[in-house]
């Protein structure tokens, strides 16, 4: 009895986790070879890194805060937000005078309204103790409304081939945001696994109360998390205006929460804390992916997709809780 | 409470300040339209005032006792667009068939929630977020993702547009029952009491040998099934089944019941302050419209969505303050 059940557990200890992605990896890959037709071409590759870019940015930054316990709701909402501002500074009379000053502004200046969106979530969850999920539903619902009101609800269409870079350029024939996603990658894992701030994180979400007795600056660290998932998903918002030459306040990251979420569980992150699988966060994104352009390469309706998705999300949740217990 | 010997008015509004809070202010926005607006009062900007916000008080009864429990239930928004695909094909049966078919098909989707969370054990809003997922999905593949029209020769409609005494619409009728019978099941009944002692402590009502995980399946079936009835008055007030509706409900929902007074946390609740919250919160766009009609302001329709976000933070913040209050009485 005991040695039967030990075993699993020890199985299901360390790498079967990751294998378990993998797994599902190379059989979508198998799959796809076989069944997908097209599917073994360059352009295909293409496609799929530069959406799975944008999925593994945010999933990254949502690894983070679901390490430390929390869920960011918001982040479809704050790529709305930085995805709206962005042609409106570029296209703004100061912005069309200096080109160059325009770009590299309706890049930063996002970005740090996505930062402070971070703040807000995080002083409202480290500081005012509100439930992760509640403090950044306030923002997925007006993120989006504040971006619409900014826009007016229209769509702003604008050629920039500067701006546009970020998300349809190439470096060495591959898209420039999946190289992006891997520099930020690298950046998150060294953070997570070499600095004491990244020690911390991983302590918060083992125990919150015992890294705040061991003298753990728990508010400083949890805010911290947020923001860095707000600042990414603003970038994935203004790489998603890129690669469309257009900005949708309405579409633009609408239901990236969900598949965010999914990839970093996918990748291995705990929902109760405690682990940031950075480059599981990737793996779990190019599984999504995967899995939406399978449906999509064979014919299968947007709605149904949607349904498969939900499913993905409760098997891979069930399966980590189903290892736990 | 009734049965303290003497009624010290300054001990039940302390205890109930949230509550108190949220019928001060639903009372003075009343006064405050009826001083300012000519028509405010009119009979018509009552019944559809009522009517239109029925749906949204059906969802928030169901959501307020989930939250009740400590859980979170995301997916009633699309279930309510889903349902009202569903009350539009039955339509011609007229609504002794759309009305339970509406209502079972909610709790349908509140069944798979009560499987997810109680067997699986996924945290609720990850369950319930897929299912919102899912329902939104079903209600696009049903309707082929084309609004549906419902039947006008049967008396469907008449549930939506229909009045009892040419004042109050069908649907605020029978949401006004369904408030006392919800308002007794919590107050009167074991399932009601088990509801907040999970909220409180679900390991100690475990422990405690109460049944936990048939309240807990009891009332994600009940807000399935408050959707499945919004679903239903989705499609006779305005004729059609609508599979790209409910975006946002869950959030109106769940800020009409924190207005009201209910805590995030679980463990405590009140039925009538959570129908407040959901009218005053109906009730300050409604305001605001006259407001636009006088032409002093002029929101467009996205500025909704910011107002509904800047209220919900607004009722967070002083509901922090509160538990912040009521953890330093509890000394912890």
Same mark, same amino acid.
Request: proline letters at 3%; aromatic letters at 4%; glycine letters at 12%.
């Given at each position: 009895m005991d040695r039967a059940m030990k075993l699993p557990r020890r199985f299901a200890s360390m790498p079967i986790r990751f294998h378990g992605g993998i797994a599902a990896l190379i059989v979508l890959l198998v799959f796809n070879a076989f069944f997908t037709p097209n599917f073994l071409q360059l352009q295909t590759l293409f496609v799929n890194i530069s959406q799975v870019a944008t999925i593994a940015i945010v999933a990254m930054g949502m690894t983070l805060v679901i390490a430390t316990g929390g869920i960011d709701l918001s982040v479809g909402a704050v790529m709305a937000l930085a995805g709206a501002l962005a042609p409106l500074i570029f296209l703004s009379d100061l912005g069309v005078a200096n080109p160059a000053f325009g770009v590299a502004l309706a890049i930063i200046l996002p970005l740090i309204i996505a930062g402070l969106c971070g703040v807000f979530n995080g002083v409202m969850v480290a500081v005012l103790n509100v439930q992760p999920i509640i403090a950044t539903l306030i923002l997925f619902i007006s993120g989006r409304g504040i971006a619409q009101v900014l826009t007016n609800g229209n769509l702003q269409t604008f050629s920039n081939p500067s701006f546009s870079y970020l998300g349809t350029g190439k470096i060495l024939g591959l898209p420039f945001q999946g190289w992006l996603a891997l520099v930020i990658a690298c950046i998150l894992f060294w953070v997570i696994s070499r600095t004491?701030?990244?020690?911390?994180?991983?302590?918060?979400?083992?125990?919150?109360? +015992? @890294?705040?007795?061991?003298?753990?600056?728990?508010?400083?660290?949890?805010?911290? /998390?947020? &923001?860095?998932? $707000?600042? =990414?998903?603003?970038?994935?918002?203004?790489?998603?205006?890129?690669?469309?030459?257009?900005?949708? +306040? @309405?579409?633009?990251?609408?239901?990236?929460?969900?598949?965010?979420?999914?990839? /970093?569980? &996918?990748?291995? $992150?705990? =929902?109760?804390?405690?682990?940031?699988?950075?480059?599981g966060a990737i793996l779990g994104a190019v599984i999504i992916q995967?899995?939406?352009?399978?449906?999509?390469?064979?014919?299968?309706?947007?709605?149904?997709?949607?349904? $498969?998705?939900?499913?993905?999300?409760?098997?891979a949740v069930w399966m980590q809780q189903y290892r736990r217990a | 409470m009734l049965d303290e010997t003497a009624f010290d008015l300054r001990k039940y509004l302390r205890r109930n300040s949230a509550s108190v809070t949220v019928w001060v202010a639903l009372i003075a926005l009343i006064v405050f339209g009826l001083l300012r607006y000519d028509n405010f009062g009119s009979a018509y900007n009552f019944s559809s005032f009522l009517n239109y916000n029925a749906m949204f008080i059906a969802i928030a009864l169901g959501m307020c006792f989930v939250i009740m429990t400590g859980g979170i239930d995301l997916s009633v928004g699309s279930v309510a667009a889903f349902t009202s695909v569903v009350a539009a094909y039955l339509s011609p049966y007229g609504i002794q068939v759309a009305l339970p078919g509406a209502i079972l098909a909610g709790i349908g989707f509140g069944a798979i929630n009560a499987f997810c969370i109680i067997i699986l054990r996924?945290?609720?809003f990850?369950?319930?977020?897929?299912?919102?997922?899912?329902?939104?999905g079903g209600a696009l593949v049903i309707s082929g993702a084309q609004t549906i029209s419902v039947d006008w020769g049967s008396n469907f409609t008449k549930l939506g547009m229909g009045q009892v005494m040419g004042l109050f619409p069908w649907a605020i009728v029978i949401v006004a029952g369904l408030t006392l019978v919800l308002w007794l099941v919590l107050e009167r009944t074991t399932i009601g009491r088990t509801v907040l002692a999970i909220g409180g402590s679900e390991d100690a009502s475990n422990l405690m040998g109460l049944k936990v995980n048939r309240a807990k399946a009891f009332v994600y079936l009940l807000s399935g099934g408050c959707a499945g009835l919004a679903g239903l008055f989705l499609a006779s007030g305005f004729g059609a089944g609508q599979p790209l509706e409910g975006i946002g409900w869950e959030l109106s929902a769940i800020a009409s019941v924190v207005v009201g007074g209910t805590l995030l946390t679980g463990g405590m609740g009140s039925i009538p302050a959570t129908v407040a919250g959901a009218l005053l919160l109906g009730l300050v766009f409604n305001v605001l419209n006259f407001e636009n009609g006088q032409g002093t302001i002029s929101f467009s329709a996205y500025w909704q969505m910011v107002i509904r976000g800047g209220f919900l933070f607004a009722v967070i913040l002083l509901q922090s303050r509160i538990i912040a209050r009521q953890q330093k009485v509890l000394g912890s």
């Open positions: 004491t701030w990244g020690r911390y994180l991983l302590a918060i979400g083992g125990n919150e109360r +015992a @890294a705040y007795l061991s003298g753990g600056p728990v508010k400083r660290v949890k805010i911290g /998390a947020y &923001v860095i998932c $707000a600042v =990414l998903a603003g970038l994935a918002g203004l790489i998603v205006v890129a690669i469309n030459s257009a900005s949708d +306040a @309405a579409r633009n990251g609408n239901l990236m929460e969900l598949d965010a979420i999914a990839a /970093a569980v &996918v990748g291995g $992150a705990l =929902l109760q804390g405690g682990r940031a699988p950075i480059f995967l899995v939406k352009y399978t449906l999509l390469a064979n014919g299968v309706e947007d709605e149904v997709a949607l349904i $498969a998705k939900a499913v993905i999300i409760i098997l | 996924i945290p609720p990850i369950a319930t977020l897929a299912t919102m997922l899912a329902a939104k």
